[in-house]
């Protein structure tokens, strides 16, 4: 659906960070894009949906902050860390 889109870009961009992304929203029935606080249910909707935003922002910002700028190098230290290997050792 198209309120998912910005919460999806961030979290594409942070586990695919060298892939160029086009984003192609649907619109929705659930929820009127243009007037979503006019109803409880659109209302909830959009706030829980910002709610997971702001998660998913500051998880970025944090990850940011650790020794590497990638999450690539933070996926592969905790498969090693764990004892798996990689994509060809029959990890998953």
Do not use: C, F
């Not at 910005?6 to 984003?23: Q, S």
């Amino acid at each position: 659906a198209d309120y998912h889109m910005p919460r999806a870009l961030l979290e594409l961009r942070g586990a695919m960070p060298k892939v160029t992304l086009t984003p192609y929203t649907v619109a929705t029935e659930d929820v009127d894009a243009r007037a979503w606080w006019k109803t409880p249910q659109g209302l909830k909707l959009m706030v829980m949906e910002y709610d997971k935003y702001l998660v998913i922002l500051a998880r970025e910002a944090v990850l940011r902050l650790g020794p590497n700028s990638g999450h690539e190098a933070t996926a592969a230290q905790g498969n090693v860390a764990r004892g798996g290997g990689g994509a060809g050792a029959g990890g998953a």
